[in-house]
């Protein structure tokens, strides 16, 4: 049938239809890794539902995903305050700061504690709040109390889900991040146009989301993971590695690299593994972040003014090495 063929209500029931598939499509694509259908067919049903809402632009929903992209290029971004603050995070360099870590909270318990030990994902913080299970803003950490709403560009990244698997009212958080492939073709680009390259995959991600149009934001490839429910409202979970199994549930984008370890020795094993492999990582990292799993422990242990108490974040030296090789490739 063509699209002038069909009654308002028919137009509005079938782009519904083609909504939810193209939701459930991509919710597959960006979550588990695994795509149920080939991207024509995604293409071909996304530019149906394009055609029946410019032929009923009164059936168009703000959640449709050919919303995803943002309308007028913004002023500038309007700050927000964030209700629970975007605390900091304490950082050592050290087995032997971290062995320390261990051992001052172990003070306040004698048994050994048993972290969620979680990549550290070299992008910049992004706050979510979606109320009924629909993504309704996106912020910037800011200071950590006072950041920028950039909702309209974090609704350019696929990886954000605009409708959550159940209407649960939750404010997440997570990384927003540039892939190393996304960073090389954007410097590639930038070179060919005579712009300056960004320095890293950090600098290129910040300034992507910092952009005033949507449109630009939209063409940087960028992707994001969720990594802490701030509010459960609507959800529970005892532990860290709970939570991060939560928001899989619910559809958000979590790292599949997090490991509960038992002990220190278990968070050292872990360690070793990726501090050798994060070359073969598809995004930066600079490092690993321990979390102490049982929630109820956490909220116990607490927080200083700008860092909790029951976290920390072990970096990895920096990969200058690998910079300098990359020079002398980029000289010859
Ligand atoms: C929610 C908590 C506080 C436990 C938390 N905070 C984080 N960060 C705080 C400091 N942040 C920050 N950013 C700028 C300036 C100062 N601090 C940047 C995020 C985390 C960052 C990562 C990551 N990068 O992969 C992660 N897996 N878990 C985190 N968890």
């Not at 009164?58 to 964030?82: A, E, R, Y």
């Not at 950041?147 to 954000?160: H, P, S, V, W, Y």
């Not at 073969?280 to 956490?298: H, M, P, T």
Request: some cysteine; charged content about 25%.
């Amino acid at each position: 049938k063509l699209v002038e063929d069909y009654t308002q209500s028919e137009a509005a029931s079938l782009a519904q239809q083609l909504r939810d598939q193209l939701a459930d499509y991509s919710q597959a694509y960006y979550t588990q890794d695994a795509p149920l259908v080939e991207d024509h067919v995604y293409d071909e049903l996304y530019r149906d539902l394009e055609q029946l809402e410019a032929a009923f632009p009164v059936i168009v929903t703000n959640d449709s995903p050919t919303q995803k992209v943002g309308g007028q290029v913004l002023p500038g971004f309007t700050k927000v305050t964030h209700e629970i603050p975007m605390l900091s995070m304490g950082d050592v360099f050290s087995e032997a700061e971290l062995a320390a870590f261990d051992q001052r909270l172990r003070k306040n318990t004698a048994t050994e504690i048993e972290y969620n030990v979680e990549l550290k994902i070299d992008g910049l913080a992004i706050d979510l709040i979606y109320e009924k299970g629909r993504f309704v803003r996106g912020a910037t950490r800011g200071n950590g109390t006072i950041g920028e709403d950039i909702t309209q560009n974090l609704k350019t990244i696929k990886a954000i889900p605009q409708k959550l698997t159940r209407p649960v009212s939750i404010e997440v958080r997570g990384e927003c991040y540039m892939p190393k492939a996304a960073f090389a073709d954007l410097n590639q680009k930038r070179e060919a146009e005579g712009q300056a390259p960004f320095a890293n995959p950090r600098n290129a991600a910040a300034g992507s989301l910092r952009q005033l149009d949507a449109k630009v934001a939209a063409a940087r490839q960028l992707s994001a993971f969720i990594y802490t429910i701030v509010t459960f409202d609507d959800v529970q979970a005892t532990t860290q590695s709970e939570a991060l199994h939560v928001l899989a549930e619910l559809g958000f984008n979590v790292n599949p690299t997090s490991v509960v370890c038992q002990n220190m020795a278990e968070v050292q094993a872990f360690i070793e593994q990726y501090q050798g492999t994060r070359n073969d990582l598809a995004y930066g990292i600079d490092g690993v972040v321990l979390k102490v799993n049982d929630l109820a422990l956490q909220r116990q242990l607490g927080n200083t003014v700008k860092v909790p108490r029951w976290e920390i974040a072990y970096k990895f030296p920096p990969e200058e090495a690998e910079t300098v090789i990359r020079e002398i490739e980029w000289t010859v």
